[in-house]
């Protein structure tokens, strides 16, 4: 019997009061990297209880070194374990996968994004596909009732019915690492930065993003193609990337005669060409200025992190990350650490005025009274110290006392901000009763 038909038959006999039609809310997709490794990632709006799926190589180009549970499918069993059934099999051109979470139907996947395998592949035979100054690629595509005896299928198992996806980004592109005679090993980095502020409110930051000529530093470059992909945050945004530093300067200060961006909401890249009538190049030894500057947006959150990575994915036709020396493009890299990472932090924002430092809202006598009483009397101790802080020297002391009396009985000056609404100082914590 099809493996699908035999997954579909388990879950149905342990769930038959739920059987229902889920609707296709499912897709699935591959993600390629430059190191040759490669993951099967789902987008679920459904409870889960299976899938089966098979993945496709060219065992000319490339060789399947490992397949494993990804992050996702190592903890989704009961008791946060593999699942009940999950068998992975290879063959010389692929690999398929079959799971059932639960043949009691306790367990599901949560509806979500997931990864479900990680793949290592063996891509050095794509150098020798490469062409002068084309690195040599080979695709991974999902394949379906392909591999396997019966052929395995790519579905996914919700109240015990098997469902197609209803989207499939079918291939990624392994490339080659190494180019046949070429000039420099590049490199692309992003700047990393912290953000803060007060819990829900809104951030920007002003990432830049730099060229590395790691061979000799002296490669005339004539233009370069960039694409980087953001993870993380929330209620992240991007806007269009902006030539920086040198890049920005040449023509006269006019800039490139062509920089062409576009822009995924969290994502974008941009070709440049320096000037269409040649003779205009740029170097970019270690410590070069920027190229590119790209404004992020987002809402404070605790904790959150949001880090960009170059991309060789983004568009269509898929950008490629590369340097243009001689007319001829060279592929760039991006080291691990080289990303760009923003880091966002909540601050404490407390409201209060400056100078009640009885904390009655409203600055009268009875508050150098207090603050007089609190430091020489053993009077009672405001609630918000920096409320007492009249004069914003960052101390308390008779001084602040004094500047009161001589704000409200001889027209002396007032207190500095926030007077008289109430309003935030930074990160000053206290327990003010302003609202």
Known sequence: MHFTKVLGLALALVCASSVAYAGGGFTISLNCNPDGSASVNLDSSGELQ?????????????????????????????????????????????????????????????????????????????????????????????????????????????????????????????????????????????????????????????MSFSITDNDTGTADTQGFSMGMSAAGGTDLAVSDPAPAGDLAGING????????????????????VYNFLGGVFLQYPAGSPAAVTADYSGTIV?????????????????????????????????????????????????????????????VN???????????????????CPAACDSNSDGMVDATDASYTLNYRFMDGPPPAAPFPDCGPDGGVDCASSCP
Do not use: K
């Open 50 to 206: 299976g899938w089966s799926l098979g993945v496709c190589h060219d065992s000319a180009a490339i060789g399947l070194t490992s397949v494993e549970d990804g992050a996702a499918t190592a903890v989704v069993g009961g008791g946060g374990g593999p699942p009940a059934f999950d068998t992975i099999t290879t063959f010389p051109d692929g690999w398929t996968v079959g799971v059932v979470i639960d043949f009691l139907g306790c367990c599901t996947l949560a509806p979500g994004s997931h990864e479900l395998n990680v793949m290592q592949y063996d891509i050095s035979g794509l150098d020798a596909l490469a062409s002068g100054d084309v690195p040599g690629t080979s695709d991974i595509c999902f394949c379906t009732n392909t591999l396997g005896s019966p052929a395995v299928s790519i579905v996914v198992v919700e109240s015990g019915a098997s469902i197609p996806p209803a989207g499939i980004d079918s291939c990624c592109t392994m490339t080659g690492a190494e180019f046949v005679d070429g000039p420099a090993d590049w490199a692309y980095s992003g700047s990393d930065h912290d953000v803060s502020g007060a819990p829900a409110a809104a951030w920007s930051q002003t």
């Open 253 to 272: 200060g006019t800039g490139p005669s062509f920089f062409g961006t576009s822009n995924f909401g969290t994502d974008w890249t941009v070709g440049v």
């Open 302 to 362: 605790d904790g959150d992190v949001v880090t960009v990575s170059m991309d060789n994915t983004l568009g269509s036709p898929p950008v490629s990350n590369v340097v243009v020396v001689g007319g001829a493009s060279f592929a760039a890299g991006q080291e691990p650490g080289d990303e760009g990472v923003i880091t966002v932090s909540e601050i404490t924002v407390t409201l209060f005025i400056r100078g009640d430092c009885n904390d009655d809202g409203i």
């Open 365 to 383: 006598i009875a508050d150098p009274v207090w603050t007089l009483n609190e430091l020489f009397l053993s009077g009672p101790t405001s609630v």
